[in-house]
């Protein structure tokens, strides 16, 4: 596959000598998992190696992950020295992170935050709210407000404070209504592709070497489930970089 193909395939937003800037869409893995699929981490590797000429295996760092149900933003470190520094700002809740959710139906109010300590069944892959003080739980903090109502469905921005596994997914149900598509939070029916109403819409950071801000963002997927005004609107706008 040649650089111009490569392009289609992946779709970049930014790069740099440190730093690496997708759109992941759903239904694609982060790394490599038991399904054997192609995962964004072999995608994006193979698009240094071609666009920039490296011989054997180039240098890709994992810092983040999203769920594979899920669409948006990644940002992966093309250097150690890169992806040793987003990852500490990723643990130390360094990064600003936006996501849009689609839920079935409206919550009672219109914004809020949301505190919860979270307990994750590692065999059935699942979370669940727990009390505080449980073995291996970790606090979640959840801020929300509600962008759109239309039809019944609730656009919804995520902007949370930790990094906790499913947050977000445990957020959406925990106020009344899981993200359309979810059904291992509720959701009654799927979604047709089998993903998640839930997309990582923008992610703001650090340059790791630069120490310039940096912020991505990239509309939702042109599904029916995100027919809606305001990510119509996103859509039109396009990707948006900041501080490149």
């Known amino acids: 596959m040649g650089a111009r193909e490569l392009d289609r395939a ?3 937003l930014y790069s740099d ?6 759109a992941k869409p ?3 893995p982060i790394v490599p998992d038991s399904s054997g699929d192609e995962s964004l981490f072999d995608q994006a590797r ?8 490296k011989p ?23 250097t150690s020295k890169g992806a040793a520094r987003l990852s500490a ?9 936006t996501y849009w959710g689609i839920m079935g139906r409206a919550p009672e109010e219109q914004e809020g ?29 959840t801020r929300w407000r509600q962008l759109a109502v239309d039809e019944g469905r ?10 906790r596994s499913h947050q977000l997914r445990v957020a959406a149900a925990t106020l009344g209504s899981p993200l359309l598509g979810d059904l291992k939070y509720g959701a009654a029916d799927p979604l047709p592709d089998r993903s998640i109403a839930l997309h990582a819409q923008a992610l703001g950071f650090e340059h790791p070497t630069r120490k310039e801000p940096m912020r991505f963002a990239t509309p939702p997927p042109d599904l029916e489930v995100w027919n809606l005004p305001l990510c119509n609107d996103a859509r039109r706008q396009g990707d948006v970089l900041e501080g490149e």
């Not at 935050?113 to 979640?140: C, F, M, Q, S």
């Not at 609730?154 to 990094?163: C, D, H, N, R």
């Open 17 to 22: 000598n440190h730093l690496l800037v997708v």
């Open 26 to 28: 759903a239904g694609v």
């Open 113 to 141: 935050t949301l505190k919860h300590w979270l307990h994750k069944d590692r065999e059935a892959n699942r979370v669940r709210v727990v009390a505080e003080g449980i073995p291996d739980a970790r606090e979640a903090v």
């Open 10 to 12: 992946l779709h970049v």
């Open 56 to 78: 054997g295996r180039a240098f890709l760092g994992v810092v983040h992950r999203l769920d594979r149900p899920v669409s948006g933003v990644v940002v992966f470190g093309r």
């Open 154 to 163: 609730a656009l919804i921005e995520f902007s949370p404070a930790t990094g």
């Open 46 to 53: 193979h698009w240094v190696e071609v666009t920039f000429d």
């Open 89 to 97: 700002q990723f643990a130390e809740t360094g990064v600003q992170k």
